[in-house]
Structures are given as C-alpha cells and as structure tokens.
C-alpha cells in the first residue's frame, strides 16, 4: 500500500483543490552530458530569455536552486499498482522541438528513468516514487513522440547463466 501525505489526500478528497499533481522525470544515460530533468506543470518561472518554466523540487538529490525540472508540454501515464502485471508507464510528449527529438535519436542504449510524483504547493515532498524504469521505445512523429517506459525486461536475462561444462556440472558427463 503506498502512503501519501494528508495534503495530497484532502486535495483527493476534495472536490475542487488548489494542489496540483506534478510529474517529476529524470533520464539518465552514460552518453548525455548530463540527466535530462522534465516536469509536466510550469510551477514557476526559470528564465526570461529565453522564457522558460520549471519546476524546482530536491527530489532525487538535486540542488533545486541549480538545476530545476523543465516544464514541457507532456502527458503522463503512470505505473500501475498490479502485482500480476510490471510497472509500465507512457509519456506523450507534444510540440517536440528539434533538441529533444535530437537527443532521443543520439541513444542507442535503454536509458534509465526515474518518476515521482510530488504536489505543487509542497515539490520536495514525494507522494509516489518509481526509480529504476528503463526506456525500451520512443515512437513518434514531428508533433509528438510517444515514450515507452517498464521494468528492466525479465526476458532478457541470460539463459542458462552458466555452460554446462566438466568442471562445474561433472554429474552431467558420467
């Protein structure tokens, strides 16, 4: 069962609310310079030339101060809470401007990428947290790209993970 703070169950609760659900997304790769920081609500303005959103939250060790969460315009589909089924999850992202598209195509390994979800009133509080998410696609076109997100693939483990030779399994070779 997954704990959440009372602010974000009265906003729940309540028919209308002030507090708002953010998305927090870190991408990690050893090819980028530096983790990619997205967040799907312009909490507060970063910069005025160029004028850009943001969110700033100290999740995930970040100095909020230096490197906030750049709002882009994506939608989000979190993991599920199933036992039976991996936690899988989706972001649209819209009006794909050439820089990220750019970076998506220079990956040609699995990223890894880490959510949580905070409010807007309180962005350092975490509600809901999923670290460890692997990339596994990224289809889309100029007006958007549609990230895939799960689990490392279970299927992809090696099997068997040791030969079967003499000296490890000699029960084998009588």
């Excluded at 998305?23 to 310079?33: G, I, K, N, R, T």
């Excluded at 509080?125 to 790209?145: F, I, K, Q, S």
């Amino acid at each position: 069962m997954r704990r959440i703070s009372v602010n974000a169950r009265t906003a729940h609760d309540a028919p209308i609310s002030d507090e708002l659900e953010i998305a927090l997304f870190q991408v990690e790769h050893p090819d980028l310079a530096e983790p990619v920081r997205l967040s799907t609500d312009p909490t507060q303005r970063i910069s005025t030339d160029p004028l850009r959103y943001g969110t700033r939250s100290s999740w995930n060790g970040v100095d909020p101060t230096a490197e906030p969460y750049w709002f882009v315009l994506v939608s989000a589909e979190l993991p599920g809470d199933q036992e039976d089924a991996p936690a899988a999850a989706s972001l649209v992202l819209e009006n794909v401007s050439n820089d990220i598209a750019a970076t998506l195509r220079s990956v040609t390994t699995r990223a890894t990428v880490h959510m949580a979800v905070v409010l807007a009133g309180s962005p350092d509080l975490v509600e809901a947290e999923y670290r460890g998410l692997v990339m596994v696609g990224a289809e889309g076109d100029a007006g958007e790209v549609v990230i895939s997100i799960t689990r490392q693939p279970i299927e992809e483990e090696p099997f068997p993970m040791m030969r079967m030779t003499k000296d490890r399994f000699p029960g084998l070779h009588r």
